[in-house]
DNA sequence: GCGGATCAC
DNA sequence: TATGGTGATCCGC
């Protein structure tokens, strides 16, 4: 650093955070020890300096200095008060959390070592002793040999090559690293048959009944373990054996790659290692929150302690409860396989050269649509939400949803709901340009059938050999059917609506579907209404507009008669009439039964159909 | 409930 | 030449 240039100390320090976090998200990952990150973090800079990128990068992190600013300025007020109450309140949560500590159970997370990298290592030996990367616009991740240069995932590959020039760059195969993941899997099941797939490259397990059955201490186990996956797969993991998840979680990377790491299921040893233990490396503070707690003087998560009558104030309840979990080193000690979990959203973006034709928009919505549309069929979901993403040129982010009149998951219903979204987003920003844009369904309904029909009460007939249907039968078949059997009986008389009520709903039904037609008709591609505000002069001639809904006349005011459409279009009681009649049409009322809460555990992993698990960065 | 932000992988 | 995709959760409004 130059000492000779006075410069303000607070632009050095923005220019420092910023660096910081042009970094990367990835920079507590292994393979990093020996790496001059002065000299790394000097180079991406140069090579990011004046992109548009860069520009954002720079606002987000002026955002987040004032952010701070402002969390620095309520802990000043805060420390003026009496915080006995405060401190008194965390002291009783962390009484009753130790209440809950768990020592009984033997956790494992094992991660397999730069998976993607490791797995074309394999088929192409060679690059075995070069530096490589798996992922060419964007690195997923790269080999041992690349991250000695500073190379890491998520970083984009013209910087990587300014890093290490002789990279080699080659293109993902993910059915590949697919079908090697499952070998991996075949293994681990013997370990324990409900382990939990976090990723494609991680798994959670609970080795407690294996030791006791096998009369082999953990340790041995996972070496074990670790050896067998070795010799049948050639692939090396390494691992983290602790009380719960959350501590296997950071055990598994203390002696990576290819090794592990055990800490005892004992409190005072877990306690000590909590105190010295940057907040970073837990599961779910990331760069920003690790900012945050830094500011006000917590870097370890033993430091946490310390501060506890600020906490719940300053970053809110549940972080308060997550912290403390921190700094006593308590985790969820249970581990359920993946599709145990609850899906709660469905969805697809795409990253394109910068765009801003409305007619091409509206293509790439539609492709946006018809992808969409696959994977709703692929994993038989509808949505009651929908919600349109976009990302400007400038990389900022913005989202738009809208409630349809029915769950919807054909791309056609996709776009025709989707595309006033992307209307209203261009006249709120004139000339809109894009670089990405993504839709995704929430609030989802199930399309399987014989689980949700049995949730709802529905008897199956009864089964060819005669006997009824016991409720372990009915867990069996869930996992592997799904075709489309009609061996229902009929819906109970007593939970349909009346026949003219019925009728009359799916009348209503009908007519708003060709209704939300016509709207988007006149909308996008009609004369009358216009998205281009250009054209609109020379068609001044009506001063009010039929609402198409409601039948009231409104002024002729493209921007005013839109937002009009809305409001009638999101009406409660049509939602609810027309949702409650097309489910029941359908036959497929659902909400699943709710399964698994996820409980105080700020991870975020992706639980969901393993196969269809998509994980770039390992 | 909506939209922005953060996080994991 | 020029910085990803899928899914989850939390917060402020």
């Not at 080659?170 to 079908?179: C, R, S």
């Not at 993941?181 to 798994?203: H, W």
């Not at 390494?238 to 950071?250: E, M, P, R, T, Y």
């Not at 233990?277 to 033993?302: H, M, Q, S, W, Y």
Request: proline share 5%; hydrophobic share 30%.
């Amino acid at each position: 650093m130059a000492t000779d240039t006075p410069i303000d100390e607070h632009a050095v320090k923005e220019h420092d955070t910023l660096k910081y976090s042009l970094l990367g998200p990835s920079l507590t990952k292994s393979g990093q020890d020996n790496v001059d990150q002065q000299k790394v973090s000097e180079i991406i800079y140069n090579a990011s300096k004046g992109s548009k990128y860069f520009n954002n990068e720079e606002s987000r992190d002026k955002n987040l200095t004032q952010k701070i600013d402002r969390i620095l300025t309520k802990k000043k007020q805060l420390e003026k008060l009496d915080l006995a109450s405060d401190r008194r309140k965390a002291d009783d949560y962390i009484a009753e959390l130790e209440l809950t500590r768990d020592l009984s159970q033997w956790i494992v997370h094992i991660d397999c070592d730069a998976f993607y990298a490791a797995v074309e290592e394999l088929d192409r030996p060679e690059l075995k002793d070069v530096p490589f990367s798996v992922g060419k616009g964007v690195l997923t991740t790269c080999n041992y040999h690349a991250r000695k240069f500073g190379c890491r995932s998520g970083m984009a590959g013209f910087v990587a090559k300014k890093l290490c020039p002789q990279l080699i760059q080659i293109p993902l195969d993910f059915d590949k690293y697919t079908a090697k993941a499952q070998e991996v899997r075949e293994i681990i099941v013997d370990y324990d048959p409900r382990f939990e797939s976090a990723s494609i490259d991680e798994a959670y397990l609970n080795i407690t009944e294996y030791c006791q059955r096998n009369e082999i201490g953990p340790e041995e186990a996972i070496e074990q373990l670790r050896r067998e996956v070795h010799e049948k797969t050639k692939i090396t993991i390494s691992a983290g054996i602790a009380a719960n998840a959350k501590l296997a979680k950071i055990c598994s990377n203390k002696n990576k790659p290819n090794g592990q790491f055990r800490l005892a299921n004992d409190r005072s040893e877990i306690m000590a290692f909590m105190r010295d233990l940057p907040t970073r490396k837990v599961n779910g503070i990331g760069r920003v929150f690790e900012r945050e707690l830094d500011a006000i003087g917590v870097k370890t998560c033993g430091d946490i302690y310390g501060y506890r009558q600020f906490l719940s104030k300053l970053f809110g309840e549940k972080a308060f409860a997550f912290l403390m979990s921190c700094y006593l080193g308590l985790g969820r000690t249970t581990v359920q396989p993946a599709e145990e979990y609850e899906r709660k959203s469905v969805g697809t973006e795409s990253t394109f050269g910068d765009m801003s034709d409305p007619v091409e928009l509206r293509d790439k919505l539609r492709a946006t649509a018809e992808e969409l549309e696959k994977d709703m069929v692929r994993t038989q979901f509808k949505g009651r939400t929908l919600c349109l993403k976009v990302k400007l040129h400038t990389y900022e982010v913005f989202t738009r949803q809208v409630i349809p009149p029915k769950a919807v998951y054909v791309a056609d219903d996709l776009y025709k709901y989707s595309v006033p979204m992307l209307s209203k987003l261009e006249q709120e920003f004139p000339g809109l340009r894009l670089r990405l844009m993504g839709l995704r369904c929430t609030h989802l309904v199930s399309m399987k059938k014989p689980d949700t029909m049995a949730f709802f009460g529905f008897k199956k007939r009864p089964n060819e050999s005669g006997e009824p249907d016991s409720p372990s039968s009915t867990a069996k078949r869930r996992a592997d059917t799904l075709e489309d059997d009609d061996g229902w009986e009929a819906i109970p008389e007593e939970l349909l609506f009346e026949d003219a009520e019925r009728q009359e709903r799916e009348d209503e039904l009908n007519e708003l579907e060709s209704l939300s037609q016509e709207i988007d008709k006149r909308r996008h591609h009609g004369k009358e209404i216009v998205p281009n505000p250009k054209k609109q002069e020379n068609q001044e001639e009506e001063e009010w507009w039929d609402c198409p809904i409601c039948s009231r006349p409104q002024a002729a005011n493209e921007k005013e008669f839109n937002e009009h459409i809305d409001l009638c279009l999101s009406r409660q009681t049509i939602r609810d009439a027309v949702q409650e009649t097309s489910d029941l049409r359908s036959r497929e009322p659902t909400p699943a039964p709710k399964k698994v809460k996820t409980s105080n555990d700020r991870s975020k992993g992706v639980p969901g159909d393993p196969k269809q698990r998509r994980l770039f960065f390992g």
